[in-house]
């Protein structure tokens, strides 16, 4: 099995995000009756797929150990993305998990998709990412790569609430 291409595995989990990396915070509020098809749709790549995001997965729901390639782009530009599921999580507070990027991922670092549900019943879904570039094109995309990574979290964040209305 491939070996993670960055030390601080599981930091998305809870706590700071590491020193010295990017960082990628953002959180958007479902509706209250949402929590469990959130959750279903971030653990089952439904979130992913409905996205634009090409997903294979070993599994058809993430779990520790599963590898998961992420495609972005078309034919021949189509940039794959690989990851293995560091963490994740199912109860009745948080649904979720982070995956750690593998050699041939153009970054290196950790993202977090969440659903929480806090002590007044409100539905939260985070994404918290901690990368810097590992292949040239993402060194010299620079402030572009940054904002890239905030707008696919906004993204995800809107495409999530799309579903949680069944739309």
């Known amino acids: 099995m491939p070996e ?20 990628v915070r953002h959180r958007v509020r479902l ?26 997965a070993d599994a058809p729901r993430a779990a520790p150990g599963v590898r998961v390639v992420s495609g972005l782009g078309v034919g021949p530009l189509r940039l794959a993305a690989p990851c293995r599921v560091v963490w994740a999580a199912d109860d009745a507070r948080q649904a979720g998990f982070g995956y750690g990027t593998l050699p041939g991922h153009p970054a290196r670092g950790e993202e977090a998709f969440v659903v929480t549900r806090d002590d007044s019943g409100a539905v939260w879904f985070e994404v918290r990412a901690f990368s810097r570039p590992d292949r040239w094109f993402m060194r010299a995309a620079g402030p572009v790569g940054r904002a890239f990574q905030q707008a696919y979290a906004w993204w995800l964040g809107r495409v999530l609430r799309r579903l949680c209305a069944g739309q």
Not at 4 to 23: M, Q
Not at 37 to 55: F, K, P, S, Y
């Open 31 to 56: 509706p209250d009756d949402s929590f469990g098809r959130a959750g279903d749709a971030v653990l089952g790549w439904r979130l992913h797929r409905a996205a634009g995001i090409r997903i294979t």
């Open 4 to 23: 993670l291409t960055y030390p601080e595995v599981g930091a998305t989990r809870a706590g700071p995000l590491p020193a010295g990396w990017r960082h």
